[in-house]
């Protein structure tokens, strides 16, 4: 019986995922980036259950991404870019108006990336 060369590489790609993945990848783990608006808020008691304020390097994902208030995504860092500059920010609460890929940060987080006046910049950003 004669097996085809694809039939095997199939087994073989399989078998080395298989043994790669140990554990579920979170939505943002299974992509490089994602690429939205940056906006920012009155920072306070958050949805992970932290207080902070406007002058700490904080930000609140879409409620899509954050699954709730025991996300897994809480306290996490995030790597942010604009035109402008780049930051690194805690995941501390979640964004009901947020679209997947939009971050909504504290005032002084959205300085490093654009001017306050802007309200809302393009940026890309990954964990």
Known sequence: MQTSF????????????GAGQTAPVSNIQARNSLSGDATYYDVGLGSCGDTSSDDEMVAALSSSLMDGSNSDLCGKSISVKSSSGSVTLKVVDSCPGCSKGDVDMSKAAFKKLGELNQGRIPISWSL
């Open 6 to 17: 694809s039939a095997i590489l199939s087994v073989i790609v399989a078998a080395m995922v």
